[in-house]
């Protein structure tokens, strides 16, 4: 649950699954809360057809009760970064394999404008000033990322039509929409290059190798600085035990050279409706909000 401190700065960051809110933008999420901000993050679904990445917790016992293990993760991650947080209620679709079709009543599976709705009157309880979601293609091409965005830009829109849902309380107009710019290539080849040629031993190499042939990334427009705030996104990563094993991929590399290189977590203005919007590039997700 959330609580909405009155006349306080609001950020809505609208989430897949259980773990993406510690994978992408936790740092920002964590800077934001230590500033005084009101930090909500909304998860579309459940996690239940998620895979156990972490060998430890492959076990039979973890399997049988994942559901309600990852809920439990998702209460640990969200308390070390101070947020707030709210299910969306929807099932994880998992990630069928070429030509196989999505589970029936999975989130995928739903009308837009009907998965929208929870989120709609979310955005008209908690008001946020800025929401935050994935681009178009999800971050990868996972069918619940790619929904959440498809969910989020149409509840950004909806939430503030009186025609649409009215059922869902009183009509709130978010001013600016981003999109994640996390896990870039960009980032990736910059940590490879750092870690090569100060003799560090890189596991990036094979995983640029294999990049796959995606568009060119949208541009960056915003970069919020919170390299102080790495030691609790990766606290609140851990926390998700089924999903990350400790020193492995994402936990592989030197945490002082990330901050040295990229002390950043960036992002796309996808939205603005702020009169007379500041330039860009941007260092602050609430650049002409804050009175």
Not at 89 to 103: A, H, R, Y
Not at 178 to 207: C, I, K, N
Request: charged share 25%; hydrophobic share 40%; glycine share 8%.
């Amino acid at each position: 649950m959330f609580t909405k401190h009155a006349g306080g700065l609001r950020l809505l960051t609208v989430h897949a699954h259980p773990d993406d809110e510690s994978s992408k933008g936790a740092a920002t999420l964590a800077r934001y809360v230590a500033e005084g901000v009101d930090v909500l993050v909304a998860t579309c679904t459940g996690g239940e057809r998620g895979s156990v990445l972490n060998p430890v917790m492959d076990r039979p016992e973890v399997w049988a009760e994942l559901p309600r293990i990852r809920q439990e993760e998702m209460a640990a991650a969200r308390d070390i970064l101070g947020v707030g947080q709210q299910f969306l209620g929807f099932t994880d679709s998992g990630m069928p394999g070429p030509g196989e079709p999505l589970p029936d009543g999975c989130f995928a599976a739903q009308e837009v404008e009907v998965a929208a709705a929870p989120l709609v009157a979310l955005i008209r309880e908690f008001r946020p000033h800025v929401v935050v979601t994935y681009d178009e293609t999800g971050g990868y091409p996972h069918p619940d990322h790619v929904m959440t965005h498809r969910v989020t830009v149409d509840a950004f829109e909806a939430a503030a039509d009186p025609d649409r849902h009215p059922e869902a309380g009183e009509p709130w107009q978010a001013a600016k929409l981003y999109y994640h710019l996390a896990l870039s290539r960009a980032w990736f080849q910059t940590l490879h290059d750092a870690m090569t040629e100060r003799g560090v031993p890189s596991a990036m190499g094979e995983l640029l190798a294999d990049w796959p042939d995606t568009p060119p990334a949208l541009a960056t427009t915003t970069r919020i600085t919170c390299a102080e705030q790495f030691a609790v996104r990766d606290a609140a990563l851990l926390a998700h035990a089924t999903q990350v094993e400790p020193g492995a991929a994402f936990m592989a590399h030197p945490r002082d050279l990330e901050r040295e290189v990229w002390p950043t977590e960036d992002y796309h203005l996808a939205r603005c409706l702020l009169p007379g919007a500041g330039e860009l590039p941007e260092t602050d997700l609430f650049e002409g909000i804050r009175s």
